[in-house]
């Protein structure tokens, strides 16, 4: 076997850098399935081979051309009934990205047939493929509003959340009879994130008396709540304790307001509220006599030591109940030890280590470990503010509110820095 004859068979394999019809229509006929691979992803392929490509045995191949921008319409179409939710995946997330720049008359025929795949993919029987085109469409303008609507009305949180959230297609009329129905466990608090949310909105969603979802609306700057819906909140707030550092963090309270929230929450509470809020010096004064008072009471009662915290920490570990509730209260009390003692345990970190992160004031690193732990961004907040005081310049806040600022990738570039590895 000569070496021109090795070299011959093992080149064929390459595709040119620059791909002509020749090399395409060759490279199919070897019937080599890394060249049909290559051929599928690449964007300079002839739409001829793409075609032909889209109806390929391997699922991959499939997916490429799927994922190719340069797929002729008529390819996508037939790809939109593929058998592999991975192929629909791919063309759903295609689909998605192309839709905003559909904005040209002159291509009108082809812009109404991607968007007839659009509303296809968005009824897809398989829940990922859903909410793909939720995520791409989310902030979309120029989709059907059908499309958006029924995204918003599925049943799958991951399916309806962006949407609800985001997209500037549902009217406030759609968002009050979602939230007036809908029967997804999350929905309310996706409308309350919304921006510049209405204030008959706000009302609709208290009158739910869904905590998480009041929680959330409360912790959004951007919502408008009338004074009489926020003196509803309050009139129940004392026992509910996920409403307490929202309500402390809303921008601009009335005086009175201020007054109200200082009988029930705690001394750090009342502290950070005399921060946060611009007060005049009667209110200043009554919120420092609500403090001396919080704190003769906590001595009056027993209140847990942060030997007691610990000792809590451990027993609702071994029982399974280690939650956000039990830790935001031991940040509040401002019990450092037991704190950090409780996301060693739901991190499988050494407690020296989370102690360094909360001695260091990295609000991000406080912000990654919770999440790390599975724990809400408020709980981690709360870390920033009473356990590691950190000054308000330079906290991390929560994105819209209450979710966590940082994507997976910043979060786990954080915990690495300080030796975690998740």
């Given at each position: 076997?000569?070496?021109?004859?090795?070299?011959?068979?093992?080149?064929?394999?390459?595709?040119?850098?620059?791909?002509?019809?020749?090399?395409?229509?060759?490279?199919?006929?070897?019937?080599?399935?890394?060249?049909?691979?290559?051929?599928?992803?690449?964007?300079?392929?002839?739409?001829?081979?793409?075609?032909?490509?889209?109806?390929?045995?391997?699922?991959?191949?499939?997916?490429?051309?799927?994922?190719?921008?340069?797929?002729?319409?008529?390819?996508?179409?037939?790809?939109?009934?593929?058998?592999?939710?991975?192929?629909?995946?791919?063309?759903?997330?295609?689909?998605?990205?192309?839709?905003?720049?559909?904005?040209?008359?002159?291509?009108?025929?082809?812009?109404?047939?991607?968007?007839?795949?659009?509303?296809?993919?968005?009824?897809?029987?398989?829940?990922?493929?859903?909410?793909?085109?939720?995520?791409?469409?989310?902030?979309?303008?120029?989709?059907?509003?059908?499309?958006?609507?029924?995204?918003?009305?599925?049943?799958?949180?991951?399916?309806?959340?962006?949407?609800?959230?985001?997209?500037?297609?549902?009217?406030?009329?759609?968002?009050?009879?979602?939230?007036?129905?809908?029967?997804?466990?999350?929905?309310?608090?996706?409308?309350?994130?919304?921006?510049?949310?209405?204030?008959?909105?706000?009302?609709?969603?208290?009158?739910?008396?869904?905590?998480?979802?009041?929680?959330?609306?409360?912790?959004?700057?951007?919502?408008?709540?009338?004074?009489?819906?926020?003196?509803?909140?309050?009139?129940?707030?004392?026992?509910?304790?996920?409403?307490?550092?929202?309500?402390?963090?809303?921008?601009?309270?009335?005086?009175?307001?201020?007054?109200?929230?200082?009988?029930?929450?705690?001394?750090?509470?009342?502290?950070?509220?005399?921060?946060?809020?611009?007060?005049?010096?009667?209110?200043?004064?009554?919120?420092?006599?609500?403090?001396?008072?919080?704190?003769?009471?906590?001595?009056?009662?027993?209140?847990?030591?942060?030997?007691?915290?610990?000792?809590?920490?451990?027993?609702?570990?071994?029982?399974?109940?280690?939650?956000?509730?039990?830790?935001?209260?031991?940040?509040?009390?401002?019990?450092?030890?037991?704190v950090a003692l409780a996301l060693s345990l739901k991190t499988g970190t050494k407690d020296k280590l989370v102690a360094s992160i909360i001695e260091a004031k990295s609000g991000k690193g406080i912000a990654a470990l919770c999440w790390h732990a599975g724990l809400a961004m408020r709980t981690a907040l709360a870390i920033e503010i009473f356990v590691a005081n950190i000054?308000?310049?330079?906290?991390?806040?929560?994105?819209?509110?209450?979710?966590?600022?940082?994507?997976?990738?910043?979060?786990?570039?954080?915990?690495?820095?300080?030796?975690?590895?998740?």
């Amino acid at each position: 076997m000569s070496f021109d004859f090795l070299k011959k068979l093992f080149s064929s394999e390459k595709l040119p850098a620059r791909l002509r019809y020749e090399d395409a229509r060759a490279a199919l006929e070897r019937h080599n399935l890394s060249a049909r691979r290559e051929l599928a992803g690449r964007a300079d392929a002839p739409p001829e081979t793409l075609y032909y490509l889209a109806s390929d045995e391997d699922v991959k191949v499939r997916s490429l051309v799927a994922a190719n921008p340069s797929t002729p319409i008529q390819a996508s179409e037939n790809l939109v009934k593929d058998s592999e939710a991975e192929v629909r995946a791919e063309l759903a997330r295609k689909i998605g990205r192309i839709v905003p720049d559909l904005a040209s008359n002159e291509l009108k025929d082809v812009s109404d047939r991607v968007l007839e795949l659009l509303e296809k993919l968005a009824k897809d029987e398989v829940t990922r493929v859903r909410q793909i085109v939720a995520e791409e469409i989310k902030s979309c303008p120029n989709v059907p509003k059908r499309v958006a609507v029924s995204l918003a009305r599925d049943a799958e949180l991951m399916v309806c959340a962006p949407v609800l959230e985001y997209s500037p297609l549902l009217s406030d009329v759609d968002l009050l009879e979602i939230v007036a129905t809908t029967r997804v466990h999350g929905a309310l608090e996706a409308i309350a994130r919304r921006r510049s949310l209405d204030s008959s909105l706000a009302d609709a969603i208290v009158a739910t008396l869904e905590i998480p979802a009041i929680a959330q609306l409360l912790a959004n700057p951007d919502a408008e709540i009338r004074e009489n819906t926020l003196d509803r909140i309050i009139s129940d707030a004392a026992s509910i304790e996920a409403w307490h550092l929202p309500l402390v963090m809303r921008p601009a309270l009335s005086l009175r307001a201020v007054r109200r929230i200082a009988v029930f929450v705690s001394r750090s509470l009342i502290e950070e509220l005399s921060l946060k809020q611009n007060l005049d010096e009667e209110t200043e004064r009554y919120l420092k006599e609500r403090a001396q008072t919080r704190i003769e009471n906590d001595a009056k009662e027993t209140s847990p030591t942060p030997g007691d915290a610990i000792v809590n920490i451990y027993r609702a570990h071994k029982m399974g109940k280690l939650n956000d509730d039990l830790i935001a209260k031991a940040a509040t009390l401002q019990h450092k030890e037991a704190v950090a003692l409780a996301l060693s345990l739901k991190t499988g970190t050494k407690d020296k280590l989370v102690a360094s992160i909360i001695e260091a004031k990295s609000g991000k690193g406080i912000a990654a470990l919770c999440w790390h732990a599975g724990l809400a961004m408020r709980t981690a907040l709360a870390i920033e503010i009473f356990v590691a005081n950190i000054p308000p310049d330079a906290r991390v806040l929560p994105r819209g509110g209450i979710d966590y600022p940082m994507d997976e990738e910043e979060m786990r570039w954080h915990l690495n820095y300080f030796g975690i590895k998740a």
